[in-house]
T-cell receptor, first 112, second 112 residues
Framework: GEDVEQSLFLSVREGDSSVINCTYTDSSSTYLYWYKQEPGAGLQLLTYIFSNMDMKQDQRLTVLLNKKDKHLSLRIADTQTGDSAIYFCAESKGNAGNMLTFGGGTRLMVKP | NAGVTQTPKFRVLKTGQSMTLLCAQDMNHEYMYWYRQDPGMGLRLIHYSVGEGTTAKGEVPDGYNVSRLKKQNFLLGLESAAPSQTSVYFC???????????FGPGTRLTVT
């Protein structure tokens, strides 16, 4: 099975908060990332968190990490239509090559 | 800076044909990566390179070859294309193993 799992789809109204969830299986993961992919474009790093942290906030983005449950979430406050995209979580061990293992992506649709 | 560029953007091949995808980066990054993205799945690492003249296998290397003759370029070759290689291919680069990976815009390849 997948090492990193995400739900496929999330729909919210403009102005609401969005919460995108991710679970991973490898407890030795060192870094956990959130990437955003807009239509026809490559992936853009939104934020990341080290495995020794519980929370990281960056403007409208809040990342929560529950290491015990191997659960990562991305909260987007005041979601805008421009936030509509596919969001990928990824993990790495920070070892040689820094190989990333990606989830399948969550498509966020923001309705006006 | 152009960042990470990929050539071509689209390509259609017949089964058995060969082609080379070119990735170029102008950020003087040591690490470069080739991923493929299939519907409903996260990106999967094909091959990567930790420096000029070096390459290593990723998660799904079969059917692909790579070369890194120059630091700024990373080539992905398909010697005998198969329909299973229909995918979107992304190249990425990073300064080192703990730094952010920057992605190119992708190459959409269809093998008929």
């Amino acid at each position: 099975g997948e090492d990193v799992e995400q739900s496929l789809f999330l729909s919210v109204r403009e102005g609401d908060s969005s919460v995108i969830n991710c679970t991973y299986t490898d407890s030795s993961s060192t870094y956990l990332y959130w990437y955003k992919q807009e239509p026809g474009a490559g992936l853009q790093l939104l934020t990341y968190i080290f495995s020794n942290m519980d929370m990281k906030q960056d403007q409208r983005l809040t990342v929560l990490l529950n290491k015990k449950d191997k659960h990562l979430s991305l909260r987007i406050a005041d979601t805008q239509t421009g936030d509509s995209a596919i969001y990928f979580c990824a993990e790495s061990k920070g070892n040689a090559g820094n190989m990333l293992t990606f989830g399948g992506g969550t498509r966020l649709m923001v309705k006006p | 800076n152009a960042g990470v560029t990929q050539t071509p953007k689209f390509r259609v091949l017949k089964t058995g044909q060969s082609m080379t995808l070119l990735c170029a980066q102008d950020m003087n990054h040591e690490y470069m990566y080739w991923y493929r993205q299939d519907p409903g799945m996260g990106l999967r690492l094909i091959h990567y390179s930790v420096g000029e003249g070096t390459t290593a296998k990723g998660e799904v290397p079969d059917g692909y070859n790579v070369s890194r003759l120059k630091k700024q370029n990373f080539l992905l070759g398909l010697e005998s294309a198969a329909p299973s290689q229909t995918s979107v291919y992304f190249c990425a680069s990073s300064y080192s193993m703990t730094y952010e990976q920057y992605f190119g815009p992708g190459t959409r390849l269809t093998v008929t």
